[in-house]
């Protein structure tokens, strides 16, 4: 039981530059989030997915794009990357509105 | 708009002290409230959740308490220990339950 899985663990981007980061959950949940983790302004919510085939905007959305791919997998996408993206990114999930657990982090470097 | 703060920022008390680590909101219309531990570049562990119709849960030697009407949240560490050293995160859950703000955190260091 791996509980929640993040890919990649690490990486560094050039501005203007794509990428996804995978997110995947094993215990059966239904509810998924998105945050990201900035020195100083503590973890902040990007988007969120309530259940299977839904998703909705959380406090900072702009410029991430989000599929929930099924109920084990939500995927966060920087379509054009930005220096101020730059932040440790983590996925959760939870059993509809309770406990969160959450995920190792994406490190994400953008140059 | 839901602001959660925490104070203090930091900590350090010796062995086996205990302590009280404080969590605030502006907004009582919450879902729920959680406590979390994250060490230096890891993720988030879960420690306590309390739902809004709660006052108080306990954990071994956790125990987190919410008084809505007054916006506040404890999180009591009982006999602490080195290994209790981490940072300590509050989030408030909105009333929908999903959108979660979370607070700045509370460094704490517990010195042998």
């Known amino acids: 039981n791996a509980g929640v899985t993040q890919t990649p663990k690490f990486q560094v981007l050039k501005t203007g530059q794509s990428m996804t980061l995978q997110c995947a959950q094993d215990?059966?949940?239904?509810?998924m989030y998105w945050y990201r983790q900035d020195p100083g302004m503590g973890l902040r919510l990007i988007y969120y997915s309530a259940s299977e085939g839904t998703t909705d905007k959380g406090e900072v959305p702009n410029g991430y794009n989000v599929s929930r791919l099924n109920k084990r997998e939500f995927s966060l996408r920087l379509e054009s990357a930005a220096p101020s993206q730059t932040s440790v990114y983590f996925c959760?999930?939870?059993?509809?509105?309770?406990?969160?657990?959450f995920g190792p982090g994406t490190r994400l470097t953008v140059t | 708009k839901q602001e959660v703060t925490q104070i203090p920022a930091a900590l350090s008390v010796p062995e086996g002290e205990n302590l009280v680590l404080n969590c605030s909101f502006t907004d009582s219309a919450i879902y729920n409230l959680q406590w979390f531990r994250q060490d230096p570049g890891k993720g988030l562990t879960s420690l306590l959740l309390i739902q809004s119709s709660q006052r108080e849960q306990t954990s071994g030697r956790l125990n987190a308490s919410l008084d809505k009407s007054s916006g506040r949240s404890t999180l009591y560490i009982a006999a602490s220990q080195p290994g209790d050293s981490a940072t300590y995160l509050c989030?408030?859950?909105?009333?929908?339950?999903?959108?979660?703000?979370f607070g700045a955190g509370t460094r704490l260091f517990v010195k042998a």
């Open positions: 215990m059966n949940h239904n509810s």
């Open positions: 989030a408030v859950s909105a009333t929908g339950g999903f959108k979660t703000i």
């Open positions: 959760a999930s939870s059993l509809d509105r309770g406990e969160q657990y």
